[in-house]
């Protein structure tokens, strides 16, 4: 995989840019599984989780949670699926 400092944007006046490298974020529950829900998606997707990119951060009162990976996405079709699928998911409240 290449760096992320090697990806320039082919057209600098248009949205995401693909192949690319994409963050995806989920909330809701803390006790929802959010992460290997996350996780399962994109493996369902053939979409491979950027190792190390995986970042948890709980609410103030412990109850909601924010689930963060990064994935390399090779089109805008697979990363529709992926908030598509997550959206679907009754624990998921939003995605980022």
């Known amino acids: 995989m290449r760096d992320l400092g090697d ?6 006046d248009q949205g995401f840019q693909f192949p690319g ?3 995806v974020t989920v909330l809701g529950r803390a006790d929802a ?7 399962g998606v994109l493996g369902s997707l053939g979409l491979p989780v950027t190792e190390g990119s995986v970042r948890t951060k709980p609410s103030s009162a412990g109850n909601y949670v924010s689930v963060s990976a990064s994935f390399a996405c090779p089109d805008r079709a697979h990363y529709d699926a ?3 699928a997550l959206r679907a998911d009754p624990a998921v409240r939003w995605t980022l």
């Not at 990806?7 to 600098?12: E, H, I, K």
């Open 7 to 12: 990806l320039a944007a082919r057209n600098p």
């Open 21 to 23: 490298e994409f963050e």
């Open 33 to 39: 599984g959010l992460e290997a829900k996350l996780r």
């Open 82 to 84: 992926v908030h598509a």
